[in-house]
């Protein structure tokens, strides 16, 4: 199923339909909305080799990057990991300590529990993508700010561009407001599929509120089912 189909199908079922925070178009967006005459002219994947590049160059300047204030007190970025070519891409809040220190998303205690998660539907860390709306860890784990997150927005708009997942799983409050560039609350915003530029995504309570907290397990898993089932209706 293309994008253009997906979308139709997300229209027609009545999901909501949001635009992302930044409106920075994705390249496959601008290629369709070319007004090509004659024959139809395919949006050709960019090639492996290109794509490489991307990756490489993205990975570097994210790696290098100080265009907000968190860069100071990193120890070092946190690119995110996986399959560059997920089906899907997982997104989270931001480093907290031990990924600051290790350089990799989701590899403490939430970290933990998020694997568990995953092996629950039959996925493993390997098969998906796993990132964060921030790349920085926020001091003591503080929420991320406005303009820390409009500074690092278009790095995982890049990757999101890159993977072209299938389906996302936004982690938490934070990475599902951001993403549906919404205020609402996680509880009007998990438990139904959104669509983000015709990608279904699916918001799942955070690993560390459930360690946290005892009276959400059976809504997490209906979370996970939903975001399985929303998988299989889109794979296409
Ligand atoms: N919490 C997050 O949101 N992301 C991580 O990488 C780790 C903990
Ligand atoms: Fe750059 Fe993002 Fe880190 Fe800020 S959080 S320094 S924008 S990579």
């Not at 199908?9 to 290629?31: H, K, N, Q």
């Not at 921030?134 to 409009?150: T, V, Y």
């Not at 609402?184 to 139904?192: I, V």
């Not at 669509?195 to 459930?210: D, F, S």
Request: glycine share 6%; net charge neutral.
């Amino acid at each position: 199923m293309d994008k253009a189909t997906r979308l139709h199908y997300l229209e027609a079922m009545g999901i909501d339909v949001w635009i992302p925070r930044t409106s920075m178009p994705l390249p496959e967006a601008a290629a369709e909305s070319v007004d090509a005459e004659g024959p139809a002219i395919e949006a050709e994947p960019s090639a492996p080799a290109t794509e490489t590049d991307d990756w490489n160059l993205l990975q570097a300047e994210v790696s290098a990057c100080r265009k907000c204030g968190l860069c100071e007190t990193r120890k070092q970025t946190v690119f995110g990991s996986g399959n560059k070519q997920a089906d899907w891409l997982l997104i989270g809040e931001a480093p907290g300590q031990s990924e600051d220190q290790q350089g990799q998303p989701f590899v403490g205690s939430a970290g933990q529990l998020l694997t568990e998660m995953l092996r629950a539907i039959g996925l493993t860390r390997e098969e998906v993508f796993i990132a964060n709306i921030l790349k920085c860890r926020p001091p003591g784990n503080r929420d991320p700010k406005a303009d820390e997150i409009a500074a690092c927005h278009d790095y995982l708009q890049r990757q999101r561009a890159l993977i072209q997942p299938r389906i996302i799983l936004a982690i938490g409050r934070i990475a599902a407001q951001t993403l549906l560039n919404t205020d609402a609350p996680l509880s009007r915003l998990r438990g139904k599929v959104h669509n983000l530029e015709g990608t279904p995504v699916v918001v799942i309570y955070h690993p560390a509120y459930l360690l946290r907290s005892l009276i959400d397990k059976r809504k997490a898993w209906m979370d996970l089912q939903l975001a399985i089932k929303t998988y299989k209706e889109f794979k296409g």
